[in-house]
């Protein structure tokens, strides 16, 4: 194994075990998006969701749940020193990036493996959307991953920071929120799921992720230095 | 230290004739449009103030890529002063565009206009800068993360378009057709007259920031070699130009 793989592999894994062990960000998420749920069903007065509402809903709370993870990515490597040491140890930064990315991508997973069957119980009238809208919140999360990763590891050096990492996360989240939603919306609707422009919309979010992860890989090591 | 003073006299001249070049064009030279009438003069203002802001957003990026390239905080100055200009024309492209789409389709805010729709996105997105910027206390980095920021929100803006353009279900007419085949010649020189002043415009406004960010950094460099205390109130979140 490469040092960068065995690095990647020590940072993904220490971080999954700290929140296996603290459950400080994992458990605050799905209850926030559970939450969020109920909000909406009074906010918008409706006991079934279909279509565009369904999939604005779903998305809505799905990132907010996200940016509560993002802010909190990188607050243990500032308070227990952990930039100084990775700046120390003679690897890529880059393994940084890529092991936090996949930490948050787990994160999410996990987040949505909760979440959208409570969002199907609650708003849906049939679970026949679920399977392809798998492929989705794959690849949206991907795109959260890469931009949350980049933008929560400056956010955390800021005074600022559980402010930032939100404020500017939004509207670089624009494209993948048009994106995903455009895909579920079809996906969600009355008669069970129909196809329009998946395909191509599926396109965008790959493109968003590929933009963004090559983005992240190529200004990491800046972001370290000292 | 080099000045950024120097030619900023003639760039000023060039840029006010220029301008009163575009605007005489626009009003008494441009045929008016059979469609809109009077109204429509206002193209020659909104679009190439969006193309100039565009444009100014990409150069920022480009500025920060030399700048993490180099280390120079002379770029990151650029990169600053060019990103901040071009909210500034940010603003008057949305103010602009707002006007517009209240006489030619009689609301202030159209969400079927993707353009329109983008541009307010991506002015979103860099509005961002600054409080991002300002958050970070040490210089240093300070510069380093505004410029990894400059050039996420330069990958974004394309995607941004894009996607924008995607979900519109239904194609808004288009007022102008893109190609050249649809202005006629008239209206093409005015356009591309009044797109020039309004670069001569940005270039001369960039010019002038950094000309005074320059001398007030020299003014604290000579205080600070005279032990003499800036000053309550002094800026201490831009860039400092040397």
Redesign the interface.
Known sequence: MTPSAAAFRAILGKDLRTELRTLQSLPAMALFAVTTFVIFRFALDRTALSGSLASGVLWATLLFAAILGINRLFVAEREEGGFDAIRLAPIDRTALFAAKAAALLVYLLVLEAIVVPVFAIFFLDSAAALPPLLLVLALADLGFAA?GT?ISS??V?????D??AP??LL??V??LM??AT?ASEPLLEMGGPSYERFG??LG?LG??DL??LL?GY??FD??L?? | MTSFGSGLRTLSIATVATMALALSLAFFYAPLDADQGFVQKIFYLHVPLAIVALLGFVAGGVFAVLH?RSGDSRWDAYSYVSIHMSVIFGVAVLVTGSIWAKASWGHWWVWDEPTLVSFL?VF??YA?YY??RY????RE?QA??A???A???G??VP??F???R??ESLVHPRVFATANGGLPGEMMLTFLVSLAAMGLLWTTLVKFELTAKSASGQLKRLRRALDAPAPDGTSRVAPEVS
Do not use: C, K, Q
Not at chain 1, 157 to 161: T, V
Not at chain 2, 135 to 138: C, H, K, S, V
């Open positions: 931009t980049l400056m956010a050096h800021s005074r600022a920071r402010l930032l404020l500017v509207p670089l624009v494209p048009i994106a455009g191509t919309w965008v493109l968003y933009i963004f983005v190529a200004v800046f972001l230095e000292d | 993490l996105i979103l997105m961002t409080p991002f958050a970070i206390e040490d980095r380093r993360y410029s990894v920021f050039i996420t929100a990958a974004f995607l941004n894009m996607a924008v995607m979900a």
